[in-house]
């Protein structure tokens, strides 16, 4: 192995459940480091069910301090989906995982999943964690799930209507975790599409080749595949943001991140974020800072 750069940063999100079941993972990060000079800065992505004490301590001895867990409901509604077995309750390993995660000092992230429109039961959830130690270190959102085994990608295809609903339902679950004492992430998502990048591809189980992770499984938006150990891809056109001559005048033109490939291609509309950004500025972002930088605010004032 040789690498062009010394203390070359090596950034990195490990998803999986599985990964943790891979021993290799903390020689390969000590071999990086020790042998050749690279720092790893990654964050994991779990579901908990392996993430036991000695884990915990492993990762964090390779610089591995970034962690997210997923709950899926209340207790019996979790420990339903994620089933162990002989009596083992994988929402209980969760919840001992997030406060064991925070006295080792990680950035722990909780991810509430709950049914398409169940705004309820992501309430419970939250409220099912009120009695977590140091709330003000972690930080929760949500995560709306839908049917992806339908036949046509425009089902998974919101109109600007639904999407400012689902903002304001959103930020009624943010305001609630915020007074339960939780931390929310920042509300805008400044990282530009990987798919406009001539040099990105999303690489499925079967090795098919797409450019945006919303096309997968759609033979039409397929750009290639890798076989014999080759990456092949077929000409495609470019992906870009598109914007209309009003966007020009608009306030949140330098901001705003209209019409994604996905809403483009299976909507045929143009997705305007005046309202989604009006949201984000007056609503969210307040939110955010007060959850963020309470402490400080006191200080100041």
Known sequence: MSFPFS???????????????????FELAITLFKDYNIIIDASLVTNGVLLQESVIRELSSIGINKVQLTFDGIK??????????????????????????VSMNFEVN????????????????????KELKNKNKITVYFSELYDY?????QNKILNNDEVITKHLEN??????????????????????????SNLSFVITPNLDVYKCYNTVGYEDFKVGKISDGSLNVQSFLPLRHTYLDK??????????????????????????GFESLELITN????????SNFQDKLMKIR
Do not use: M
């Not at 019996?76 to 995660?101: C, M, P, T, W």
């Not at 085994?149 to 990608?153: L, P």
């Not at 705003?256 to 483009?264: G, I, M, R, T, V």
């Open 7 to 25: 203390f070359w940063p090596l950034y990195q999100t490990i998803l999986g459940q599985a990964i943790l079941a891979f021993c290799g993972l």
């Open 283 to 290: 609503d969210l972002l307040p939110l955010f800072i007060e």
């Open 171 to 196: 930020y009624k679950l943010l305001h609630d975790a915020v007074k339960l004492g939780f931390r929310i992430p920042f509300p805008y998502n400044c990282v530009t599409c990987s798919a406009e």
């Open 247 to 272: 966007c020009a005048k608009c306030k949140y033109f330098l901001a705003c991140k209209p019409n994604c490939l996905a809403s483009e291609l299976y909507s045929n509309t143009f997705a305007c």
């Open 110 to 129: 909780i991810r509430i999943n709950f049914p398409k429109n169940d705004y309820k039961s992501a309430i419970e959830t939250l409220s099912s964690l």
């Open 149 to 153: 085994n339908i036949s046509s990608c």
């Open 76 to 101: 019996n509604v979790h420990d339903s989906i994620k089933q162990l077995g002989e009596n083992r309750s994988s929402y209980d390993i969760n919840y001992k995982a997030v406060d064991f995660l």
